[in-house]
């Protein structure tokens, strides 16, 4: 009764070399598909990809566009450092720079697996236009041009009654 147990239960298992993780399959293991906040030119941010071999070779690309390489550490990440110029362009870890435009950036990492297998990692942000700085909002009008208009026809008036006033005493 237990060896027909057995044998059902060991019948129910995936074929060994069809599972993911075993070496020359790809693996999305560790920080797959990462969400980072948004970002606008000028600014940087730094990300983490994981599940690469430790001390193996990270390949990071924009686009299909070699972004440049790092290293895995020891539990098998790597932090990167990305940065976004005001004119457009991202660096990795001060690598190549690569154009990017307002939108949707998606930074693949790519390397060998802590399996042996092909890690894919990705680091998916958006570029955002600068929001103006200029302080309070301006909810009124210009009035300066009225006053000082108001206070000349004020100094003219009083000119006017003074020069009447001499004019009569005379």
Same mark, same amino acid.
């Not at 990809?49 to 440049?68: D, I, M, Q």
């Not at 307002?102 to 693949?108: D, K, P």
């Given at each position: 009764?237990?060896?027909?147990?057995?044998?059902?239960?060991?019948?129910?298992?995936?074929?060994?070399?069809?599972?993911?993780?075993?070496?020359?399959?790809?693996?999305?293991?560790?920080?797959?598909?990462?969400?980072?906040?948004?970002?606008?030119?000028?600014?940087?941010?730094?990300?983490?990809?994981? #599940?690469?071999?430790?001390? *193996? =070779?990270? /390949? !990071?690309? %924009?686009?299909?566009?070699? +972004?440049? @390489?790092?290293? &895995?550490?020891?539990?098998?990440?790597?932090?990167?450092?990305?940065?976004?110029?005001?004119?457009?362009?991202?660096?990795?870890?001060?690598?190549?720079?690569?154009?990017?435009?307002?939108?949707?950036?998606?930074?693949?990492?790519?390397?060998?697996?802590?399996? #042996?297998?092909?890690?894919? *990692? =990705?680091? /998916? !942000?958006? %570029?955002?236009?600068?929001? +103006?700085? @200029?302080?309070? &909002?301006?909810?009124?009008?210009?009035?300066?041009?009225?006053?000082?208009?108001?206070?000349?026809?004020?100094?003219?008036?009083?000119?006017?009654?003074?020069?009447?006033?001499?004019?009569?005493?005379?």
């Amino acid at each position: 009764m237990v060896g027909v147990a057995s044998i059902g239960i060991l019948g129910l298992q995936g074929a060994a070399g069809a599972d993911s993780g075993y070496p020359g399959t790809t693996t999305t293991v560790g920080s797959a598909n990462q969400t980072g906040p948004s970002q606008t030119p000028g600014s940087s941010f730094s990300g983490t990809v994981c #599940g690469f071999a430790p001390g *193996s =070779t990270v /390949t !990071f690309s %924009v686009g299909g566009a070699s +972004a440049g @390489t790092a290293t &895995a550490g020891s539990n098998g990440c790597d932090t990167f450092t990305g940065a976004v110029s005001n004119a457009l362009s991202l660096t990795i870890n001060g690598g190549t720079p690569i154009p990017v435009t307002l939108g949707t950036v998606v930074i693949t990492a790519s390397g060998t697996s802590s399996t #042996g297998g092909t890690q894919s *990692s =990705t680091y /998916t !942000f958006q %570029v955002v236009k600068t929001a +103006a700085a @200029t302080g309070l &909002a301006f909810t009124g009008a210009d009035i300066m041009a009225m006053v000082g208009g108001g206070l000349a026809l004020i100094a003219l008036g009083y000119l006017v009654v003074a020069f009447a006033r001499r004019r009569r005493t005379a």
